[in-house]
């Protein structure tokens, strides 16, 4: 079995040190912020003026340009947009980026896909949690963690597995576990997984549930709940328990469908399918396709974004979730609607 780390393991003196500047406020950065804040480390924020600039401010921290940020730090963690680090890296972080200081990264994309070359005399690293940034903040708060990789791309320092051990901890991430993998590793697998499975793979399922039900004349609050809000709670149980752990808990009437008939719907074909998604990501079509949306403004992000939000049941589920304020906790209402908007 794989070496995973957790937080006995770890000795984190070696980031004790060091100033680490957060670049960006987002999913991820808000979370790293916070959480090594209050593991104990000094952590300065970088960004541009705007919304996620008040909010650093307000949550008390000192926030300053990207390039100050990025100067008066040791370790220097990117967590931008994938799509618009190449030029912040570019213009604010290159040019402070001094031999011996570490960059790192929590997805390896912009590095593996040759969009970001760092110079040979800096420590190169990543650490990956395994979950969305929101749930790396609230977990943490709740005294767990979400699970992370952490990889070394150059080691000029001799220290960067350590830096990477230490902040994973300081994140939360070895209350869950820690692994050592690969930039390249990382990128595929990160890549797959939000296309085929978590992301694409569940929103397609979720969709399609929805449809066959209410194109063959059945409600749409029941088919709402019955193909999304009910995931989470069968999520939560594999989550808990494995596969083995749902099905304790589902009626066998339930297994014996599970057994049956899941097959015929994710069978040898949608596997096919899957490798060929793999192949892609693997070969570096994806990463063009990406890139070069980016560069053409996103015309097709934005198309297929504007039409999924209009889907019924999107807009069964905004009526649904009003009636049941529970199941919201970070994300505000308006920061939905705001999100949906653009
Ligand atoms: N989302 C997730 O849970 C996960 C993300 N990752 C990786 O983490 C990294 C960050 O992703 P994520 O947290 O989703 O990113 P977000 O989209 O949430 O990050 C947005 C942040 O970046 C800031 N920003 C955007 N453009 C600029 C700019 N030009 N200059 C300065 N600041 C800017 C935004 O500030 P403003 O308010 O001014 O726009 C905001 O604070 C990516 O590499 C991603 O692949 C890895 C694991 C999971
Ligand atoms: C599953 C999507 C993810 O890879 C993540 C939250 O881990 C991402 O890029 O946001
Ligand atoms: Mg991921
Ligand atoms: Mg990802």
């Given at each position: 079995?794989?070496?995973?780390?957790?937080?006995?393991?770890?000795q984190?003196?070696?980031?004790?040190?060091?100033?680490?500047?957060?670049?960006?406020?987002?999913?991820?950065?808000?979370?790293?912020?916070?959480?090594?804040?209050?593991?104990?480390?000094?952590?300065?924020?970088?960004?541009?003026?705007?919304?996620?600039?008040?909010?650093?401010?307000?949550?008390?921290?000192?926030?300053?340009?990207?390039?100050?940020?990025?100067?008066?730090?040791?370790?220097?963690?990117?967590?931008?947009?994938?799509?618009?680090?190449?030029?912040?890296?570019?213009?604010?972080?290159?040019?402070?980026?001094?031999?011996?200081?570490?960059?790192?990264?929590?997805?390896?994309?912009?590095?593996?896909?040759?969009?970001?070359?760092?110079?040979?005399?800096?420590?190169?690293?990543?650490?990956?949690?395994?979950?969305?940034?929101?749930?790396?903040?609230?977990?943490y708060?709740?005294?767990?963690g979400?699970?992370?990789l952490?990889?070394?791309y150059?080691?000029?320092?001799?220290?960067?597995?350590?830096v990477?051990?230490?902040?994973?901890?300081?994140?939360?991430?070895?209350?869950?576990?820690?692994?050592?993998?690969?930039?390249?590793?990382?990128?595929?697998?990160?890549?797959?997984?939000?296309?085929?499975?978590?992301?694409?793979?569940?929103?397609?399922?979720?969709?399609?549930?929805?449809?066959?039900?209410?194109?063959?004349g059945?409600?749409?609050?029941?088919?709402?709940?019955?193909?999304?809000?009910?995931?989470?709670?069968?999520?939560?149980?594999?989550?808990?328990?494995?596969?083995?752990?749902?099905?304790?808990?589902?009626?066998?009437?339930?297994?014996?469908?599970?057994?049956?008939?899941?097959?015929r719907?994710?069978?040898?074909?949608?596997?096919?399918?899957?490798?060929?998604?793999?192949?892609?990501?693997?070969?570096?079509?994806?990463?063009?396709?990406?890139?070069?949306?980016?560069?053409?403004?996103?015309?097709v992000?934005?198309?297929?974004?504007?039409?999924?939000?209009?889907?019924?049941?999107?807009?069964?589920?905004?009526?649904?979730?009003k009636?049941?304020?529970?199941?919201k906790?970070?994300?505000?209402?308006?920061?939905?609607?705001?999100?949906?908007?653009?």
């Open positions: 079995m794989a070496k995973v780390y957790y937080d006995s393991d770890i984190d003196e070696v980031l004790r040190n060091k100033k680490i500047a957060i670049i960006g406020y987002g999913s991820q950065g808000h979370a790293h912020a916070q959480n090594l804040r209050e593991s104990g480390f000094d952590v300065v924020v970088g960004l541009r003026k705007g919304k996620s600039w008040e909010q650093a401010e307000q949550d008390g921290f000192a926030v300053k340009s990207v390039k100050e940020a990025s100067e008066e730090a040791d370790v220097i963690m990117v967590l931008l947009p994938d799509e618009r680090q190449t030029q912040v890296y570019k213009e604010e972080i290159e040019p402070v980026l001094y031999p011996g200081k570490a960059i790192a990264f929590a997805h390896g994309f912009n590095v593996h896909f040759n969009q970001i070359v760092p110079p040979e005399n800096v420590d190169v690293f990543l650490v990956a949690p395994k979950g969305p940034g929101h749930l790396v903040r609230r977990t708060v709740e005294g767990a979400v699970p992370a952490i990889g070394i150059q080691d000029v320092t001799g220290e960067a597995k350590d990477a051990l230490a902040y994973s901890k300081g994140i939360g991430g070895s209350r869950a576990g820690v692994l050592e993998t690969t930039f390249k590793e990382e990128t595929e697998t990160d890549l797959f997984g939000e296309q085929a499975v978590l992301c694409g793979g569940l929103t397609s399922l979720i969709k399609a549930g929805f449809e066959t039900l209410t194109e063959a059945y409600q749409p609050e029941v088919a709402y709940f019955e193909c999304l809000h009910e995931m989470k709670l069968i999520v939560d149980l594999v989550y808990e328990g494995g596969l083995k752990g749902m099905r304790y808990s589902i009626s066998d009437t339930a297994q014996w469908g599970d057994f049956v008939s899941g097959p719907v994710v069978n040898e074909d949608t596997k096919k399918r899957m490798g060929e998604l793999l192949k892609e990501i693997q070969s570096g079509q994806f990463a063009k396709g990406w890139v070069l949306e980016n560069q053409a403004n996103r015309p992000f934005n198309a297929i974004n504007a039409s999924e939000n209009q889907h019924p049941i999107e807009v069964v589920g905004e009526e649904l979730r009636l049941m304020p529970f199941v906790k970070e994300k505000k209402e308006e920061e939905v609607a705001a999100y949906a908007k653009n």
